[in-house]
T-cell receptor, first 115, second 112 residues
Framework: AQSVTQPDIHITVSEGASLELRCNYSYGATPYLFWYVQSPGQGLQLLLK??????LVQGIKGFEAEFKRSQSSFNLRKPSVHWSDAAEYFCAVATGASGTYKYIFGTGTRLKVLA | EAGVVQSPRYKIIEKKQPVAFWCNPISGHNTLYWYRQNLGQGPELLIR????????DSQLPKDRFSAERLKGVDSTLKIQPAELGDSAVYLC??????????FGSGTRLTVV
């Protein structure tokens, strides 16, 4: 069965430090992969997505993610974290044939940023 | 452009009472989704609409949950009767090409 695993429930980093959030997926075919961010009391905002092509994807707010097929991973990175990045981050995979996509989300990683 | 609009933002009800949530998707987005997000979890799909047709409702608890999307625009999700375990955030999302969603801010339901 398709699944998404985010092994880190909580991560704490200092402002200005680099960040990497891990995401592993289980899916037989080439997946469509996404990272979303959710601030408290808010809906989910799309940071970036991978459909095909260049495996290093640039997103909004200075985030990037790299698709590694051999590792079934799609880790999110940011070189220098800002206090406003504190939020919950969700990795998701879209499965199914064109026109029947179903999104499966991971359980999320809550990011805390220390001043 | 207005985003996905949901109302109410918060709702507190007693168990066994009915409750309804409303969603207005982005104009022109044919696909509409309802997700439920339990505390500390990622969203889980309840139902997906293509225009006015529910094309995937396999995870909708049909004994107490119902949804409709009349005229293929606004949608309503209803729970009757609500149970304590229904406490969650109910998220609506819409998409144009199923490539990526736009989510609303959600309705936080508390059943007491």
């Amino acid at each position: 069965a398709q699944s998404v695993t985010q092994p880190d429930i909580h991560i704490t980093v200092s402002e200005g430090a680099s960040l990497e959030l891990r995401c592993n997926y289980s899916y037989g075919a080439t997946p469509y992969l996404f990272w979303y961010v959710q601030s408290p009391g808010q809906g989910l905002q799309l940071l970036l997505k991978y459909f095909s092509g260049d495996t290093l994807v640039q997103g909004i707010k200075g985030f990037e993610a790299e698709f590694k097929r051999s590792q079934s991973s799609f880790n999110l990175r940011k070189p220098s974290v800002h206090w406003s990045d504190a939020a919950e981050y969700f990795c998701a995979v879209a499965t199914g044939a064109s026109g029947t996509y179903k999104y499966i989300f991971g359980t999320g990683t809550r990011l805390k940023v220390l001043a | 452009e207005a985003g996905v609009v949901q109302s109410p933002r918060y709702k507190i009800i007693e168990k066994k009472q009915p409750v309804a949530f409303w969603c207005n998707p982005i104009s022109g987005h044919n696909t509409l989704y309802w997700y439920r997000q339990n505390l500390g979890q990622g969203p889980e799909l309840l139902i997906r609409y293509e225009n006015e047709e529910a094309v995937d409702d396999s995870q909708l608890p049909k004994d107490r949950f119902s949804a409709e999307r009349l005229k293929g625009v606004d949608s309503t999700l209803k729970i009757q009767p609500a149970e304590l375990g229904d406490s969650a955030v109910y998220l609506c999302a819409s998409s144009l090409d199923q490539g990526s969603y736009t989510f609303g801010s959600g309705t936080r339901l508390t059943v007491v």
